[in-house]
């Protein structure tokens, strides 16, 4: 299927850390725990754009790290958005359910290299 979307690049998330499936797993298990998209959300809740676009960047630079493909561009998608000053609030809802579906993703990833 073409337009199937991939929440994580396992092939590639590998590569990055040399193929070490022990590693991998340990940093999917931090990405769990990882507040940075909290962060996100409070700082929209407090109405603090300036924290809002920092958090943004972290957790995009986060997916990228882990290969979490789509959360990946759809955190490319809201921090251009936020930096642009014209934030959908749609997108915020597409975030979360991307990075809810992601969760359940890592844990199936991790179930499978552990």
Same mark, same amino acid.
């Given at each position: 299927?073409?337009?199937?979307?991939?929440?994580?690049?396992?092939?590639?998330?590998?590569?990055?850390?040399?193929?070490?499936?022990?590693?991998?797993?340990?940093?999917?298990?931090?990405?769990?725990?990882?507040?940075?998209?909290?962060?996100?959300?409070?700082? %929209?809740?407090?109405?603090?754009?300036?924290?809002?676009?920092?958090?943004?960047?972290? %957790?995009?630079?986060?997916?990228?790290?882990?290969?979490?493909?789509?959360?990946?561009?759809?955190?490319?998608?809201?921090?251009?958005?936020?930096?642009?000053?014209?934030?959908?609030?749609?997108?915020?809802?597409?975030?979360?359910?991307?990075?809810?579906?992601?969760?359940?993703?890592?844990?199936?990833?991790?179930?499978?290299?552990?």
């Amino acid at each position: 299927m073409a337009d199937e979307v991939v929440l994580i690049n396992v092939e590639d998330g590998l590569k990055r850390v040399m193929n070490n499936a022990k590693l991998y797993v340990r940093l999917l298990g931090k990405f769990k725990d990882d507040l940075t998209y909290k962060g996100i959300e409070q700082a %929209f809740a407090d109405g603090d754009m300036e924290k809002a676009k920092t958090a943004a960047h972290t %957790f995009k630079g986060l997916t990228a790290n882990l290969s979490l493909s789509e959360l990946y561009k759809q955190s490319v998608e809201l921090e251009t958005q936020i930096k642009a000053g014209s934030l959908n609030q749609d997108q915020l809802a597409v975030v979360k359910d991307v990075y809810e579906k992601t969760l359940i993703e890592t844990d199936k990833v991790i179930a499978k290299y552990e």
